[in-house]
C-alpha cells in the first residue's frame, strides 16, 4: 500500500471525528433523514434532552447528554450561523 492509499485511507475513516461538528451534531448526520428529523422535531417542542437521549439508546443510539446540552445550548464546536 502506498503513501497516498494510505493516507486516502484514514481520511474517509475519521472524517466523522475530525470534522468540524460536535459529537452530536456526527451522531445526527450518522442517523438517517427520518431519524433526524425526529430528533430535530423534539428539539422544536422542548422535549427534555433526558427524554430525548434515553429514546435515542433504547433505539441503539449512542450519544452523552453532556454533548446534546451543549449542542442545543448553541454552546458546542459547531459552526454558528
Ligand atoms: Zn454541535
Not at 422535549?47 to 433504547?58: E, G, V
Request: charged share 30%; hydrophobic share 35%; with cysteine.
Amino acid at each position: 500500500m502506498g503513501l497516498k492509499d494510505r493516507l486516502a485511507e484514514i481520511q474517509t475513516t475519521t472524517s466523522r471525528v475530525y470534522n468540524e461538528y460536535c459529537a452530536f451534531q456526527n451522531m445526527l448526520l450518522a442517523l438517517n433523514p427520518e431519524d433526524k428529523k425526529a430528533v430535530d422535531d423534539a428539539f422544536a417542542r422542548n422535549i427534555p434532552t433526558s427524554l430525548i437521549i434515553a429514546a435515542l439508546r433504547k433505539e441503539g443510539i449512542k450519544t452523552s447528554s453532556d454533548s446534546m446540552r451543549l449542542h442545543r445550548a448553541g454552546r458546542c464546536k459547531c459552526p454558528k450561523k
